[in-house]
T-cell receptor, first 112, second 114 residues
Framework: GENVEQHPSTLSVQEGDSAVIKCTYS??????FPWYKQELGKRPQLIID?????GEKKDQRIAVTLNKTAKHFSLHITETQPEDSAVYFC???????????FGSGTQLTVLP | SQTIHQWPATLVQPVGSPLSLECTVE??????LYWYRQAAGRGLQLLFY??????ISSEVPQNLSASRPQDRQFILSSKKLLLSDSGFYLC?????????????FGQGTRLTVV
């Protein structure tokens, strides 16, 4: 089955700096890679996603890059703000039911 | 628009008691449905998924079972809860097979087994 590894597990940045979270996946058949943000006690919310036919996607301060050859994808947050503090999960879909395999999460803390 | 409902929001149950968590989806038909569990401070582990009524696939052996009696209803059950069943349980849905769509999560049930 699919295995998704995510790094780092914790990340602290100063407000205004950039944050980068990286993930690798094992199943070359995976073709959809979403990123979720989860605030404490809340459900995960999709913040951006990328499909395998695209190398990069950007939405305001958030961008995701995908390298299918190397089987890794990354989340980039620029001009971080305190409200960006949360746990971020990467995921990859596999199988006929499009089930998501999640990374272990990154606790991002943006220091004011 | 599509919505997903999950209840209860919190639950405290004694060891050995039964469990039933329910999830329903509105505004879509034939969704893929999923149950995830999240232990405190950990990632999301896929427990079960379903591509149609009565079709249940289990990802990991465990003390839980799932059922899909209707197209948009997904139930997570246990006959006898263990302490290790404590966690945050999340139901989710996504579009049908062959479609690269995002998964939408319910609000979750925080289960504490005492």
């Amino acid at each position: 089955g699919e295995n998704v590894e995510q790094h780092p597990s914790t990340l602290s940045v100063q407000e205004g700096d950039s944050a980068v979270i990286k993930c690798t996946y094992s199943d070359s058949a995976s073709n959809y890679f979403p990123w979720y943000k989860q605030e404490l006690g809340k459900r995960p919310q999709l913040i951006i996603d990328i499909r395998s036919n695209v190398g990069e996607k950007k939405d305001q301060r958030i961008a995701v890059t995908l390298n299918k050859t190397a089987k890794h994808f990354s989340l980039h947050i620029t001009e971080t703000q305190p409200e960006d503090s949360a746990v971020y999960f990467c995921a990859a879909t596999r199988g006929s039911a499009r089930q998501l395999t999640f990374g272990s999460g990154t606790q991002l803390t943006v220091l004011p | 628009s599509q919505t997903i409902h999950q209840w209860p929001a919190t639950l405290v149950q004694p060891v050995g008691s039964p469990l039933s968590l329910e999830c329903t989806v509105e505004g879509t038909s034939n969704p893929n449905l999923y149950w995830y569990r999240q232990a405190a401070g950990r990632g999301l582990q896929l427990l079960f998924y379903s591509v149609g009524i009565g079709q249940i696939s289990s990802e990991v052996p465990q003390n839980l079972s799932a059922s899909r009696p209707q197209d948009r209803q997904f139930i997570l059950s246990s006959k006898k809860l263990l302490l290790s069943d404590s966690g945050f349980y999340l139901c989710a849905w996504s579009g049908g097979t062959g479609v690269n769509t995002e998964a939408f999560f319910g609000q979750g049930t925080r289960l504490t087994v005492v």
